[in-house]
T-cell receptor, first 109, second 117 residues
Framework: KNEVEQSPQNLTAQEGEFITINCSYS?????LHWLQQHPGGGIVSLFM???GKKKHGRLIATINIQEKHSSLHITASHPRDSAVYIC???????????FGKGTKLSVIP | GAVVSQHPSRVICKSGTSVKIECRSL??????MFWYRQFPKKSLMLMAT?????????EQGVEKDKFLINHASLTLSTLTVTSAHPEDSSFYIC?????????????FGPGTRLTVT
């Protein structure tokens, strides 16, 4: 079974700061997902990666398959980025997600 | 982008009653939908995988007679919590795979908060 570890668990940043959230996993995967969950509970899929790097607006996600590691970066952070960010992976031959415990981000004005 | 809806968004019911939660893919067809449960400040826990036209696959420890899942069409899956008890109070989220989309892409619903009194 894949173990997904995220760090840090909690992160407080000043508005405008560059933020990095890390995710590592223990077993080879088919894809890695970065999800965002706001206090209301709904989940938004930010990225799905199987290699390399993806960028969407101020968000950048990278993955290193050899090192079994992914990072989510937020540039010019804003209070509206405050949320829980969850890393999840799908294993080879499966569509089921294994979730990390999430990183709670608070961006202070 | 692909949209998944859930209904209701919040429900309060009395102990012993049954509650049905709907998960719909609004602009795509989903042969597979997943049902998750989330306890406060915890990560999502997969309850079951719902496949259109066949029986759901339940995760270990999830009672299939208590959490009835029906996936009768390519756009709708339902989760019925039968004889609900206060310990069933939780946040329930579904996700759906787009039949025509990338293999591992999943789209999440907004969730349903169930409170059993």
């Amino acid at each position: 079974k894949n173990e997904v570890e995220q760090s840090p668990q909690n992160l407080t940043a000043q508005e405008g700061e560059f933020i990095t959230i890390n995710c590592s996993y223990s077993v080879g995967i088919s894809a890695l997902h970065w999800l965002q969950q706001h206090p209301g509970g709904g989940i938004v899929s930010l990225f799905m990666l199987s290699s390399g790097k993806k960028k969407h607006g101020r968000l950048i996600a990278t993955i290193n398959i050899q090192e079994k590691h992914s990072s989510l970066h937020i540039t010019a952070s804003h209070p509206r980025d405050s949320a829980v960010y969850i890393c999840a992976v799908t294993g080879a031959g499966s569509y089921q997600l294994t979730f990390g415990k999430g990183t709670k981000l608070s961006v202070i004005p | 982008g692909a949209v998944v809806s859930q209904h209701p968004s919040r429900v309060i019911c009395k102990s012993g009653t049954s509650v049905k939660i709907e998960c719909r893919s609004l602009d795509f067809q989903a042969t597979t939908m997943f049902w998750y449960r989330q306890f406060p400040k915890k990560s999502l826990m997969l309850m079951a995988t719902s496949n259109e036209g066949s029986k759901a696959t339940y995760e270990q420890g999830v009672e299939k007679d208590k959490f009835l899942i029906n996936h009768a069409s390519l756009t709708l899956s339902t989760l019925t919590v039968t004889s609900a008890h206060p310990e069933d109070s939780s946040f329930y989220i579904c996700s759906a795979r787009d039949l025509a989309g990338e293999a591992h892409e999943q789209y999440f619903g907004p969730g349903t908060r169930l409170t059993v009194t």
